[in-house]
């Protein structure tokens, strides 16, 4: 019995019974754990490992459009919280959007993540938790789009 069971019994926290049914399960762990991988192992009647595809956390993508610098920092919010952003930087002057831009690099690096060039002035940041595979090729280049608006 370890001190700290020892203590939380001694204050009515934890009762007896359960720190010795506690100790059974982490034997019985350490059992298993001893077999050796060499020996072939017997067929018990575990079930199968399903899990389903419904049960999985929901999948959040953020779409931003700062109109200052003042806002990257709600950007890197979202990315330190291990959600992907879409930034949209038509609506700011071309020299925040550099510093924008420059600003999320910084974090996306110190997150191990990923950012992208999804489009003209719009970026996709990505935590580390997701990969960004492929790449999109622009079929006007950036000064025709100008042209067209």
Avoid: W
């Amino acid at each position: 019995m370890g001190v700290m069971n020892k203590f939380m019994n001694f204050l009515g926290l934890q009762e007896e019974e359960e720190i010795v049914e506690r100790e059974r399960i982490v034997e019985q762990e350490e059992q298993d754990v001893e077999t050796s991988p060499a020996e072939p192992r017997k067929h018990t009647t575990r079930p199968n490992n399903v899990v389903s595809i419904h049960s999985q956390k929901t999948v959040r993508v953020i779409l931003n459009e700062p109109r200052s610098y003042d806002e990257a920092q709600e950007i890197a919010d979202h990315l330190r919280s291990r959600r992907s952003v879409v930034v949209n930087l038509q609506r700011v002057r071309t020299d925040q959007a550099v510093r924008i831009v420059d600003f999320l690099s910084g974090t996306i690096y110190a997150l191990q993540g990923q950012i992208s060039k999804i489009g003209p002035n719009i970026f996709l940041c990505t935590p580390d938790s997701v990969e960004i595979q492929g790449t999109i090729s622009e079929l006007l280049s950036e000064e025709d789009y100008r042209k067209m608006r």
